[in-house]
């Protein structure tokens, strides 16, 4: 899958060489809640994160730029994407 979308990419602009020849391999974030964390890390303001997608990130990382643009960008959104705080756990 990250071949097919490596190769993709590489059609639609001009990648340089890869850093890590190979793909990464390893544990992803999972959260409690089976809900990914989005937004602005609480005690870090500047810092803003898009993580814990339950190994669907490639798929909702559309969905997840628009929540993100919205949150950066409005105020107001913050209330409408609340599941999704990262303060939630704390």
Do not use: K, V
């Amino acid at each position: 899958q990250l071949d097919l979308a490596e190769a993709r990419a590489r059609e639609a602009i001009g990648l340089g060489p890869r850093l890590d020849p190979l793909a990464w391999l390893g544990r992803r974030p999972t959260l409690p809640d089976s809900r990914p964390m989005i937004g602005q890390a609480p005690r870090h303001p500047g810092l803003w994160l898009a993580l814990g997608h339950q190994h669907i990130g490639f798929s909702t990382a559309p969905g997840t730029a628009q929540i993100l643009g919205e949150l950066m960008t409005d105020g107001g959104a913050a209330s409408r994407h609340g599941a999704f705080r990262p303060e939630r756990f704390l």
